[in-house]
């Protein structure tokens, strides 16, 4: 990385924001609330490893021109 995760994600949340990241509102998922608590409260969250991995992951992504689904 070559910034700081706060700059990572502001890059990065261009992807999220024009639906390039699906993420499931419910289910049985047991990282689902802590993915959320995170994403949400990020950059004042006590923890930010999810943040990071989503926005490394999103720009490896893009820079690769890849397309995954994880579901």
Same mark, same amino acid.
């Given at each position: 990385?070559?910034? !700081?995760? @706060?700059?990572? &994600?502001?890059?990065?949340? +261009? #992807?999220?924001?024009?639906?390039?990241?699906?993420?499931?509102?419910?289910?049985?998922?047991?990282?689902?609330? !802590?993915? @959320?608590?995170? &994403?949400?409260?990020?950059? +004042? #969250?006590?923890?930010?490893d999810i943040v990071d991995?989503?926005?490394?992951?999103?720009?490896?992504?893009?820079?690769?021109?890849?397309?995954?689904?994880?579901?």
């Amino acid at each position: 990385p070559r910034s !700081d995760k @706060e700059m990572r &994600m502001i890059t990065e949340s +261009a #992807a999220i924001k024009s639906g390039h990241m699906y993420i499931p509102l419910e289910g049985t998922q047991p990282w689902l609330f !802590d993915f @959320e608590q995170e &994403m949400t409260q990020f950059p +004042a #969250a006590t923890y930010d490893d999810i943040v990071d991995m989503v926005s490394q992951f999103l720009w490896w992504a893009r820079e690769k021109r890849v397309t995954v689904d994880l579901w």
